[in-house]
């Protein structure tokens, strides 16, 4: 075939289509024939069924007659035969059904070993009716050729085992056990003994199974096929249950001993499975001197010959090392916890340090075996914390904890992820230590990891919280600087994913955060986010996750300015959006509300808004609000409320008088007598609605109680803002005063050097005038005696040098003492505030003297400067 030109080369002649025709003739189409029919009229003619048949005659036709489709619906349509008429179909289609599976295929052959089960749960018979009917085809057909057929009717028979009486099964199990089991037998009736007598064991008693039963355990655990002591090892947990403590000692260690020992590695495996199983029935002698080195030998190998064991280890690592934790020497103890270690970086890295393409390359197989390792381990994390106590943990474990909640496989997170919250349970004061990796898996890049650590966030959180020593959640969430952050990015990638459930998960537990951080933090961080996820996700489950979540953050909002602004959003963009979509949502946040918050909050802030959507111009919405109506009618308290119930009866008149949409009006009457029927409560309370009135109570005062809670905040913020104001003016003031003191004691010093070349009695003088300053020191600083320096300046200008000027020395001495007391020894000057009371009434009259005289001096002073103003005029 020729190529086809581009196109900027094609040309439309004659020449060049009729070359294209020549390619497309090359394309022969094959047909094929197409039947007109999926059945040919003969085909149809043989599956049709004549109507007038009942339901027995029509089965025993199909049985006989019919398409193996037919036969395998009508025993598929067993129990319904059964429990219709079970006499005649026991008596004529059961023996019909027994003989069909002779020669039926493997549909048929599964369908009768549900439908046989079947009529045994439903009870269609009594248990000796069902034996003697059923019990004789499930054995026929348990060793059927076909693997999956003969499993499931042993399912079947394992399950009538629990139902019939030991007689039964003594005679009609038992007696030819025993001859199944034998090694002439099939591999396939040895397999099937194995596991009847696992579920034999516990129907008898110990010394019939000790005699009929342990006998054959002991052959087949001696078989010559691998598969069959496999099988028989698996069951050694049910027969030791069944034998009790003293014979398993004496009859299944041995055997599990020799077994552990066994050339088949399958044997090996299912050997360890079943002893770690069975620690709890080993007295601490046989887990000393039998299990433990047992299980030191597994663990040695299986790192060198035997690493098939190894995933199955890794699993039972934890159950182990706590069964035998009594019996472990230090020594043992730190070895086992080493090859933890180990196990959890598997595959990670290669001794030596040596990375994986400095050595041959692991097969996929490998990788995969350690992947699954390293996912037990994690599994048994929370065991091993146990095992090494929750105090050393930090020492211990943390190192591995970081690892695994790093590890590069997704797998291996999430279990980690599943597992967290034990882990912080078990940590319980020391949870802080996991704070970090709580942030690492909230970040995490696989949805699955998230999904899982999610369903107990509230509980992890709280933990988290509560874990500390500090006793205020602001001062706790500091300690998880990157909470919030990680909070936000996890709802985000949710959001951007195509798993809505896990973002509908998320919203709804993030409902839990108003215990866990400030108001104000949700906010400004979570608050908005809820509303934009209402208004524009698409997927109904998480906007109404999202309506619930935010009507939470508003019940526990603590400032009510914020409260009226997310309210009038609520109603502005939800309420009264140009879409209906968002006025449904804003109905469905209105059933929330109601649920969360008091009558009273829902009727002063909601109630008209709702029933402003009476005049809707879309039917949905109305319906919507039809369906409400009942329960915003619940809300009215009489006759508080008496207004609002006229409001609603006013809408459903103009409803049942306006609406023409068929639907909406059918509705609305259906609506109406619904609310004729209901009963409006009182302002006080009834017994009919005495709890929800004490609910709804309980709900008003929480209520009231932040808007207390507000208000004292308030107080207190204005409190603090004026002392702040004082303590500021307060401390200017004392850094001027002491720029003043330092100024008066210069002065001091200047004036004592002159007093020491004076008189003789300079000491005594002294006294007086400290004793003087002492007295003064009650009212220092304050400005009713700022003007005695005036008045002592003023009489020494003047000539007036008597008492007034050492007057003037004291308070100056007073002034600069106190200020020297306050800078050095702070509170100590209150010692100097102990005056006698005398003392302090002769300074005041002797103040109050000291004014008069002043007083008189200046007032002749004035008379004299009058006169001689007159004079010279």
């Known amino acids: 075939m020729r190529p086809v030109p581009c196109s900027s080369d094609m040309d439309f002649g004659q020449s060049n289509l009729f070359g294209y025709v020549e390619d497309l003739q090359e394309l022969t189409i094959i047909e094929r024939p197409v039947r007109r029919s999926l059945k040919t009229p003969e085909e149809i003619e043989r599956l049709t069924v004549d109507e007038e048949l009942n339901d027995i005659e029509r089965a025993l036709y199909l049985l006989s007659s019919g398409q193996d489709v037919q036969g395998t619906s009508m025993v598929a349509n067993l129990p319904v035969l059964m429990r219709q008429n079970p006499a005649e179909t026991l008596r004529r289609v059961l023996p019909k059904i027994r003989e069909v599976l002779h020669v039926a295929g493997v549909e048929m052959q599964l369908t009768a070993a549900v439908s046989f089960l079947t009529v045994l749960q439903d009870e269609s018979v009594s248990i000796h009716t069902y034996s003697h009917s059923f019990l004789h085809i499930i054995l026929q057909n348990l060793e059927h050729r076909d693997a999956g057929v003969s499993n499931a009717w042993l399912e079947t028979l394992l399950a009538v085992i629990e139902a019939l009486p030991k007689e039964t099964i003594r005679h009609e199990i038992l007696n030819p056990l025993i001859s199944k089991a034998q090694i002439s037998q099939t591999l396939q009736s040895r397999l099937v003994s194995c596991k009847i007598m696992g579920k034999l064991a516990n129907k008898f008693e110990a010394h019939i199974v000790k005699r009929e039963i342990l006998p054959l355990v002991k052959s087949l655990c001696q078989d010559v096929e691998y598969e069959v002591r496999t099988c028989m090892c698996r069951q050694l947990e049910h027969i030791a249950q069944g034998i009790g403590t003293e014979l398993t000692k004496t009859v299944v260690l041995p055997e599990l001993v020799e077994l552990a020992r066994d050339e088949g590695s399958g044997v090996r495996l299912a050997a360890f499975e079943t002893l770690v199983n069975l620690l709890d029935m080993f007295d601490s002698d046989d887990r000393r001197q039998t299990v433990l080195p047992l299980v030191k030998s597994f663990c040695e190998k299986s790192f060198k010959a035997d690493e098939s064991i190894l995933v199955s280890l890794s699993f039972h690592l934890g159950k182990l090392c706590n069964g035998l934790y009594g019996i472990f020497t230090p020594e043992q103890h730190l070895r086992f916890l080493e090859f933890y270690k180990k196990l959890c970086t598997l595959g990670l890295q290669q001794e030596n340090g040596h990375n994986d393409n400095q050595l041959q390359l692991q097969t996929l197989e490998q990788e995969k075996k350690y992947i699954s390792v390293r996912k037990n381990c994690a599994y048994n994390f929370p065991a091993m914390i146990v095992f090494v106590d929750p105090k050393n943990f930090h020492l211990e474990l943390y190192s591995i904890f970081f690892c695994l909640c790093h590890d590069p496989e997704v797998p291996v997170r999430y279990t980690m992820a599943i597992s967290f919250y034990e882990v912080a349970k078990l940590l319980n004061s020391g949870v802080y230590t996991i704070q970090k990796e709580l942030v690492t898996l909230l970040q995490d890049e696989s949805l699955e990891v998230l999904d899982a650590l999610v369903g107990h966030l509230p509980e992890i959180l709280e933990l988290m919280i509560n874990g500390g020593e500090s006793s205020g959640s602001e001062s706790k969430l500091l300690s998880i600087p990157d909470l919030i952050p990680a909070l936000t990015t996890a709802e985000q990638r949710a959001a951007a994913s195509l798993k809505w459930r896990t973002h509908e998960k998320l ?367």
């Not at 002065?747 to 009695?761: A, D, Q």
Request: hydrophobic share 30%; charged share 25%.
């Open 507 to 873: 919203l709804q537990k993030y409902a839990c955060l108003p215990q866990i951080i400030s108001s104000d933090q949700i906010y400004y961080r979570f608050l908005h986010r809820m509303l934009t996820i209402i208004l524009t996700n698409n997927v109904l489950p998480v906007q109404k996750a999202a309506a619930r979540t935010l009507c939470v953050y508003l019940r526990y909002n603590r400032k009510q300015e914020q409260r009226h602004e997310v309210i009038q959003k609520l109603i502005e963009q939800l309420g009264q959006g140009k879409s209906y979509w968002n006025r449904l949502r804003f109905l469905d946040t209105c059933e929330f509300i109601m649920e969360l918050f008091s009558k009273s909050f829902f009727c002063k802030y909601f109630f008209l808004p709702v029933l402003e959507l009476t005049h809707d111009p879309v039917a949905n919405v109305r319906i919507k609000l039809c369906y409400l109506l009942p329960k915003v009618k619940s809300t009215l308290k009489i006759p508080t409320d008496k207004h609002l119930l006229q409001q609603l009866e006013l809408c459903i008149r103009k409803l049942l008088c306006q609406e023409k949409d068929k639907d909406v009006l059918t509705i609305v009457k259906r609506t109406v007598l619904e609310l004729d029927r209901m009963d409006i409560s009182l302002d006080a309370f009834q017994k009919r609605f005495y709890e929800n009135d004490l609910l709804d109570q309980e709900k008003e005062r929480q209520e009231h109680l932040l808007l207390e809670m507000e208000q004292l905040e308030k107080e207190k913020q204005q409190n603090e803002g004026r002392s702040a104001n004082v303590n500021d003016k307060i401390f200017e003031k004392k850094r001027r005063d002491n720029k003043a003191s330092s100024v008066l004691t210069k002065s001091m010093t200047l004036s004592s050097s002159g007093s020491s070349s004076g008189t003789s009695t300079g000491k005594e003088d002294k006294k007086s005038k400290l004793v003087r300053s002492q007295s003064f020191s009650t009212q220092a600083l304050h400005p009713k005696y700022s003007n005695i320096d005036k008045c002592s300046n003023k009489s020494s200008a003047t000539g007036y040098t008597s008492s007034l000027s050492g007057m003037g020395k004291g308070c100056m001495l007073s002034f600069s003492d106190d200020s020297f007391r306050t800078r050095s020894t702070g509170n100590s000057g209150n010692a100097t505030f102990s005056t006698s009371s005398s003392l302090i009434a002769s300074r005041n009259s002797f103040n109050s003297a000291d004014q008069k005289n002043n007083g008189n001096k200046e007032s002749q002073s004035r008379k004299m400067s009058i006169k001689n103003r007159k004079s010279n005029s």
